[in-house]
C-alpha cells in the first residue's frame, strides 16, 4: 500500500509565545481620565507615558489641575474685589480718611436754650446755649448757624459762627458753647433765632490744623 506523504502543518514554522503579558490599568470613578492620542486607550489624565503603547503624553495635561486651581483663586479675587467695591459704595464713610461724613449725622446733634446778649461797650452781640450730641456718634462743633425770624416767621439775617476752640460731643452728653456774632443789623425785639450745627468732623479722628 502506498503510504501518503506526511501533512506538515501551516504553522509549524511559527513561533509561538510561551508567556503573554497583559496590560490593565484600573481607573478610580472620580479620577480624571483621557484618551491616548496614538492606541486611543483610556488612560489617567495625569499620565506621562500611555501604560499600553508607551507613548509620552502631551504636556498640557499634567498641568491642567494645576490651571483649574488657579482659574478658581482667580475667581474667588474678583468676587472678593467685587464685594469691596459694594460695601464701599454702600458705606463711603468707612473709607473716608476723615473719618464720619457729618452731613448725615446733622439732626443727631440739637441746640438749644439758646440766648442772644449784647456787649454794651462794643455794640457786638454773643450766643451762648447748649448742644446736645443725641446720636450714637462723637462729632467735633466746629462751626454754627444762626437764622434770625421775623415774628411771621420770615427770614431776616444768617449768620455763620466759627467756634474759636472746637469742642467734642459724646453720644448722649450736651455741651454749652458761646460764641460772637458781630454787629447785627436789627434792633427789633421780636426776632427770634434759630441756631444748628453747621459744620462737625468725626470726633474718633485726631486733630487736623486748618
Not at 483610556?42 to 502631551?58: D, G, L, N, S, Y
Not at 456774632?181 to 433765632?193: D, K, M, Q, V
Amino acid at each position: 500500500m502506498n503510504q501518503r506523504p506526511a501533512l506538515t502543518p501551516p504553522f509549524s514554522n511559527c513561533t509561538i509565545p510561551t508567556r503573554l503579558t497583559l496590560v490593565f490599568q484600573s481607573v478610580a470613578p472620580n479620577q480624571d481620565i483621557k484618551v491616548c492620542p496614538l492606541c486611543a486607550e483610556t488612560i489617567k489624565a495625569a499620565a506621562k507615558v500611555c501604560p499600553f503603547c508607551r507613548t509620552p503624553q502631551p504636556g498640557f495635561a499634567r498641568w491642567r489641575q494645576y490651571l483649574v486651581l488657579i482659574l478658581s483663586v482667580l475667581t474667588m479675587l474678583a468676587v472678593l474685589v467685587v464685594l469691596c467695591l459694594a460695601y464701599a459704595w454702600l458705606f463711603p464713610d468707612v473709607f473716608r480718611s476723615e473719618g464720619l461724613s457729618f452731613a448725615s449725622h446733622r439732626a443727631d446733634l440739637i441746640v438749644m436754650r439758646t440766648s442772644l446778649e449784647r456787649d454794651a461797650t462794643k455794640g457786638e452781640f454773643w450766643l451762648s446755649g447748649y448742644v446736645t450730641n443725641a446720636g450714637g456718634y462723637p462729632w467735633r462743633v466746629k462751626e454754627l448757624e444762626v437764622r434770625f425770624l421775623s415774628r411771621e416767621g420770615n427770614l431776616v439775617d444768617v449768620r455763620r459762627a466759627e467756634v474759636s476752640e472746637s469742642f467734642l460731643i459724646q453720644p448722649q452728653q450736651e455741651q454749652a458753647f458761646r460764641v460772637g456774632l458781630g454787629r447785627l443789623i436789627f434792633t427789633n425785639s421780636g426776632i427770634a433765632e434759630r441756631v444748628r450745627v453747621q459744620t462737625a468732623t468725626d470726633g474718633n479722628r485726631p486733630i487736623v490744623p486748618d
